[in-house]
């Protein structure tokens, strides 16, 4: 980074700080502030509820572990203090309240206390301690005691992050939000964080559920190295925006009362609900942000509307923003072993470098149409969310969840390459002449060279995803000691990419110097890449993509108080899985024709390392005629398939509560059937023909769990878990469609297996909890999961009658004896993870004045796991693909008696994105640190300012390939992302 880069960060957080300053209340003025009358309406109903609202008016922390079935009978509106506020709606309550210098406690009064009126308490005093009682607290630094609150009381291992966490943090989406939990990774796109690993186990691995059952939101990336559009079990977690949700935890145990999946984890999404918030209602919100590498400012709207008495409840919600991104830098495609014919080696290369370029002795590696690449993409995002709820005085509980989002991608990307006809995208046996040239180690690191075909690209893409979800779920006392809990809802994540046009031109015969890998890649062109005189067209392609998931739950569970201190949970599910969609593909090539129609030319200049002509896509299309309208003539071999997943599961939990000696503790046994049946259905299909093929397997699985949760001492937590659970294989790799290339001697089929077993895993997670009132918790952890095969790709010689194929794809002359190829998905071996969790959540409070009000969050996670790839025929070791072995985060945070600011630091280690080919051996995501900055201003009682600062660091997003070698493939940058906003709430 420049140090011109530097000095503008410097200028906006001291700009900040100097603004957020103003906020600043000395000790003595605090006191005074509390005293000031403040206009209150306080609605009946809970007195939970009622406390979060006064808080909210008055804009001070109160911190409650009261029993939530506490109740005011009347509304409250009035002009007072605080104080007198606190006393009036309590009166009568068998409540304690207690003054703080930052606030107010109100907890359970004695039990020996003489009247059941509440009193007030003027001396500062201890914090009560946290109960397992639901805490409502307001502010950032509450919301983080909340969260811990949550995590102290649970029965499992879990990781929560709270509403004003989310929704007060720059965090474009609930990844974002994500990665400062322990063991949570993400991988970042358009700027942000888009797939979650849990624990060192990828997005595969991950289970989400969006309103207690589980969904798939798919969309696609613009850049090709990450992957275009794929059907895939991985969430698109940037479908969403982050002030949707109220919770977010991430479940890292499993029990068997919960749907099995997700070997990694779970993370639970819950959309806002009216009992969430205090009373009737309204927030509208909006900011403005600059867009990384473009120019000008896009918005984003918040609106809510919660309206609620005592019983019922309704609330909308709807968020819309307007985005911009641009990533550029230097791309790769891909790095190969290369030969060179004699005569197109110069006279100036050395002996040495010539005979290894000849292919003499251990192989060179050249990088394929070193580029120059550039993306950007306006996309818009709206989220649409309402909710009812409704609570009876007999504990009967109703909720409606209703969801809809929609996801829209304009795309344009930009490429100026070394990969015309006569390239550098492999051998070099053309017009390609080699004038001088450094090999490092394998690696051809630099080469300039005369007689290069150079190419520039233009991709025009548009496509949108719609996710749609209803979710009814109930709870129904039967009696005193019973409950019935039932939840349905369907979920349908709809992607279509109708769009996606490409123009190729092409400029023969230049002079092209590169350094492909290393710090700073480069290159240089021996003529005008901006003439348009020096371009013509050579192709244009046309793509299209369909991805339909569809998602169903129903559920019934019975929990049942057997005595005092056990209770039995028994209940059944049945969950469908769907997966539908389509790839189409043409293309036309007119290097080759003398009368090919000329490309409309026009001149990118945006961000980029050099400005060159391109064909604009509209208008060439438009001149040369080119057909867009693709049907099912067009899809792609092995493309077109079917899968429909059914899951039925009968599951029972006993739950123990009580000591071992003089100890508390909360154990947990349970035990889960699951029977899977897949159904796939696809088309075989070769160079003539398409034929419908289907199969049907099915697998049946025991899954037992145990949870323990000990006190060692009144804040110490021991816990322990131990399970089994599965996740089912990426929908791709269980696809019958399939590739057929029949041959005289034989042939190759390339195919999915739905005959796959699912990936089974036996977890056990150990983990030690110390809990500091409400000032923090320090915890430890380890955790350790063994992983009986991951799925692999393996060729095999088999009888085509073998195949299962339809013998209209035989060669003439061809019978069933005849042998083929089959490369198809199998269980191969499996691995095993261990890894060390630590966290630290602590207010600074004993600092002296005003540094009493910040705090810290830290945590790092170290994970080992490796499995064996097949390379040249031959096992090597490598990493699991998505584990980093190293990652971590860390927050300072200050909270002030009007404002707040937090600086978020996120460091994710290197890790293996893929199996790499040519023998390189992997695909590689280099290490990262990124860096956020948050601070809000409350300008009035319902009124707050909003100052955001995204990737302060601008860190790049570095892809490599070979273990060793570090071979580039990629090295773009987002930019960073600043912005400015106002929530009023009233």
């Not at 969260?147 to 990781?159: F, R």
């Not at 969840?401 to 070394?418: F, T």
């Not at 056990?566 to 997966?579: C, P």
């Not at 419908?692 to 099915?698: A, N």
Request: with cysteine; net charge neutral.
């Amino acid at each position: 980074m420049s140090l011109r880069e530097w000095g503008r960060i410097l200028v906006f957080c001291t700009c900040l700080t100097l603004t957020v300053s103003f906020g600043v209340q000395p000790v003595e003025a605090r006191d005074r502030t509390d005293a000031q009358v403040v206009s209150f309406h306080i609605p009946s109903g809970r007195l939970i509820d009622a406390l979060q609202a006064i808080s909210r008016q008055a804009d001070i922390q109160i911190v409650t572990s009261i029993s939530p079935d506490l109740r005011i009978t009347r509304s409250f509106r009035c002009r007072c203090t605080v104080q007198q506020m606190l006393a009036g709606i309590t009166q009568g309550l068998p409540v304690h309240i207690t003054r703080m210098t930052s606030g107010f406690a109100v907890s359970p009064a004695p039990a020996s206390a003489s009247s059941p009126v509440a009193r007030l308490v003027s001396a500062p005093v201890a914090v009560p301690e946290i109960s397992d009682l639901p805490i409502t607290v307001i502010g950032y630094r509450e919301s983080l005691r909340q969260a811990a609150a949550v995590k102290h009381a649970a029965k499992t291992l879990v990781e929560i992050t709270r509403a004003e966490d989310i929704a007060a943090f720059p965090d474009h989406n609930a990844a974002d939000a994500l990665q400062r939990l322990p063991g949570v990774t993400i991988s970042r796109d358009n700027g942000e964080g888009r797939q979650v690993s849990l624990r060192g186990l990828g997005p595969l691995f991950t289970r989400t559920t969006l309103n207690g059952m589980e969904a798939l939101a798919t969309t696609a990336s613009g850049f090709d190295n990450r992957g275009a559009a794929a059907r895939q079990r991985r969430f698109d977690y940037s479908v969403f925006d982050a002030s949707l949700f109220s919770q977010v935890a991430v479940q890292k145990s499993w029990a068997a009362d919960r749907d099995a999946g997700g070997v990694g984890g779970t993370v639970a999404l819950r959309t806002m609900r009216p009992f969430d918030l205090p009373g009737d209602a309204t927030l509208v919100a909006g900011q403005a942000r600059t867009s990384g590498n473009s120019e000008g400012f896009t918005p984003q709207v918040v609106v809510e509307l919660s309206r609620r008495n005592a019983r019922w409840g309704v609330l909308a919600t709807v968020s819309y923003s307007h985005n911009r991104v641009t990533e550029y830098g230097y791309r790769n495609w891909d790095w190969v072993p290369v030969v060179f014919g004699a005569d197109n080696i110069g006279p100036d290369v050395a002996d040495a470098e010539r005979a290894r370029l000849l292919g003499e002795g251990a192989p060179v590696y050249m990088a394929r149409a070193q580029t120059y690449s550039t993306w950007s993409n306006r996309f818009d995002r709206l989220n649409m969310a309402a909710s009812i709820q409704h609570e009876a005085d007999s504990g009967f509980k109703l909720a409606v969840d209703l969801l809809h989002a929609r996801l829209s991608n304009h795309r344009e990307e930009y490429s100026l390459a070394a990969a015309g006809t006569n390239g550098l995208t492999g051998d070099v046996t053309g017009t390609q002449r080699l004038r001088s040239a450094t090999i490092s180690g394998d690696t051809l690191v630099t080469a300039a060279l005369s007689g290069v075909d150079m190419r520039t690209e233009h991709k025009r893409t548009e496509d949108h995803t719609d996710f749609d979800q209803a979710v009814l779920s109930l709870e129904y006392p039967l009696g005193r000691d019973t409950l019935l809990t039932a939840r349905a809802g369907y979920a349908r994540s709809d992607f279509d990419e109708p769009v996606f046009d490409k123009v190729f031109l092409e400029s023969s015969g230049r002079d092209f110097i590169f350094t492909a890998t290393g710090s700073h890649p480069r290159n240089i062109y021996g003529f005008d890449t901006s003439a348009p005189s020096s371009w013509e067209l050579m192709r244009a392609d046309t793509r299209e993509d369909s991805i339909v998931n569809e998602n169903a739950t129903v559920r019934l569970e019975l929990s049942h108080r057997l005595s005092p201190g056990f209770e039995l949970r028994a209940g059944s599910a049945y969950r469908f899985f769907g997966n539908d969609g389509y790839e189409r593909r043409a293309r036309v090539d007119y290097e080759q024709n003398p009368a090919a129609p000329d490309a409309v030319l026009s001149l990118f200049d945006g961000p980029s390392f050099a400005p060159y002509i391109v064909g604009d896509v509209r208008r060439t299309f438009l001149a040369t005629g080119q057909n867009r309208v693709l049907t099912g003539a067009d899809d792609i071999p092995g493309g077109d398939y079917r899968i429909a997943e059914r899951t039925s599961a009968l599951f029972a939990l006993v739950a123990f509560e009580g000591t071992a000696g003089s100890l508390p503790v909360q154990a947990e046994f349970g035990l889960q059937y699951q029977y899977v049946r897949t159904h796939s259905t696809g088309k075989a299909s070769d160079d003539l023909n398409q034929i419908t093929v289907s199969q049907t397997s099915s697998n049946g699985t025991v899954l037992p769990s145990f949870e323990a949760r000990l006190e060692l001492h009144r804040n110490l937590l021991l816990r322990l878990a131990a399970s089994r659970n599965v996740s089912q294989p990426d929908v791709a790799d269980l696809r019958t469609a399939a590739e057929v290339n029949a041959t005289p001697f034989g042939g190759t089929i390339t195919t999915g297996n739905p005959a796959l077993r699912p990936f089974t895993a036996d977890a056990l997670d150990l983990s030690l909890e110390h809990y500091s009132d409400r000032d923090g918790y320090v915890s430890l952890g380890l955790f350790y999961k063994h992983l009986d095969s991951f799925i692999t790709s393996e060729t095999s010689l088999m009888a085509y009658a073998d195949t299962g194929y339809p013998l209209a794809f035989l060669y003439p002359g061809q019978d069933g004896a005849s042998l083929y190829n089959v490369i198809r998905p199998v269980n191969g071996k499996g691995a095993t993870i261990f890894g060390i969790e630590a966290a630290v959540q602590q207010d600074l409070r004993f600092l002296p004045a005003p540094l009493d009000r910040l705090g810290v969050q830290v945590n790092a996670t170290f994970v080992s796991g490796d499995s064996d790839v097949t390379y040249n025929g031959e096992a090597v070791d490598l990493p699991l693909i998505d584990l980093s072995r190293w990652s971590g985060n860390a927050t300072v945070y200050y909270s002030g008696r009007r404002w707040d600011a937090r600086l978020a630091a996120a460091y994710r280690g290197t890790y293996r994105s893929g199996l790499g080919n040519n023998g390189n051996l992997g695909e590689w995501i280099k290490s990262s640190v990124t860096l956020d900055f948050a601070a809000h201003v409350s300008l009035a009682a319902c009124v707050k300012a909003v100052f955001e600062a995204r990737n302060l660091t601008n860190a790049p997003v570095i892809q490599y390939t070979g273990q060793e070698a570090r071979r580039l493939l990629a090295k773009t940058r987002s930019g960073r992302v600043f912005s400015v906003g106002m929530r009023f709430r009233f």
